[in-house]
């Protein structure tokens, strides 16, 4: 099992930017998917965006398509999601997690089996 540690959520003004970061440790990423979900108060997880972590291919939701942009440092084995523009609606709590690269679809929550515990993104008015 791979442990994930999500760092650089915080409080950020509408229009602005933030970037948070995903450190993974105790196992390999090969052949691996890196995804961010991101869950707010009383709605369901939703995908954000992945990336292959052999390739660097990446996927985006409809939320991050424009605005947000994930990529990876393999020698720190690191994947970043670096969002601009954020708003309001932004605000969650964003997940880091981790899939083999043939199980399941991206951006199902369910195809994940390594979780990070999180980081809070608030974005104010």
């Known amino acids: 099992q791979v442990h994930l540690v999500e760092s650089g959520g915080g409080l950020v003004q509408a229009g602005g930017s933030l970037r948070v970061s995903c450190t993974a440790s105790g196992g390999t990423l090969m052949s691996s998917v890196m995804g961010w979900f991101r869950q707010a108060p009383g709605k369901e997880r939703e995908f954000v965006a992945a990336?292959?972590?052999?390739?660097?291919?990446?996927y985006k939701g409809d939320s991050a398509k424009g605005r947000f942009t994930i990529s990876r440092d393999i020698a720190k084995n690191t994947v970043y999601l670096q969002m601009n523009s954020l708003s309001p609606e932004d605000t969650a709590v964003y997940y880091c997690?981790?899939?083999?690269?043939?199980?399941?679809?991206?951006?199902?929550?369910?195809?994940?089996?390594?979780w990070g515990q999180g980081t809070q993104v608030t974005v104010s008015s």
């Open positions: 990336i292959s972590w052999n390739i660097g291919i990446t």
């Open positions: 997690a981790r899939k083999d690269y043939s199980s399941g679809s991206y951006n199902s929550h369910w195809s994940y089996t390594d």
